[in-house]
């Protein structure tokens, strides 16, 4: 299994960016993917999750309605994209995959510990 994440950058406040995260290794069909994020100094905290398995989405309180979650099945990929960034929003972002003997579900809360393979990360920077 292998993820690999890209499309961080610098932005503005208020200002969009995509983040993409390549898959390979595994049917989405049968998993979920998520967004972490990590702040200097803070813990990872999930941003955004997507199953295929059961059609759940989930969003952090902190980025509903400003930021969106997509799939692409016929090219391994999963985005996410971003409005309105805030410098809150700065951060490693990272892709993940559940593990494969977790329940492949975006329902309820969503723990780093369920996620099994992960990407390398791309810096976010909203500058104020």
């Known amino acids: 299994v292998q993820l690999q994440a890209s499309g961080g950058g610098l932005v503005e406040t208020g200002g969009s960016l995509r983040l993409s995260c390549a898959f390979s290794?595994?049917?989405?069909?049968?998993?979920?993917l998520a967004w972490f994020r990590q702040a200097p100094g803070k813990e990872r905290e999930p941003v955004s999750c997507?199953?295929?398995?059961?059609?759940?989405?989930y969003y952090a309180d902190s980025v509903k309605g400003r930021f969106t979650i997509s799939s692409d099945n016929a090219k391994n990929m999963v985005y996410l994209q971003m409005a309105d960034l805030k410098p809150g929003d700065t951060a490693v972002y990272y892709c993940?995959?559940?593990?494969?003997?977790?329940?492949?579900?975006?329902?309820?809360?969503?723990?780093?510990?369920?996620?099994?393979?992960w990407g390398q990360g791309t810096l976010v920077t909203v500058s104020s």
């Open positions: 993940a995959s559940y593990k494969p003997d977790r329940v492949p579900t975006c329902v309820g809360n969503i723990y780093a510990s369920d996620f099994g393979f």
């Open positions: 997507i199953s295929k398995s059961d059609g759940s989405i």
């Open positions: 290794g595994f049917s989405f069909d049968f998993y979920a």
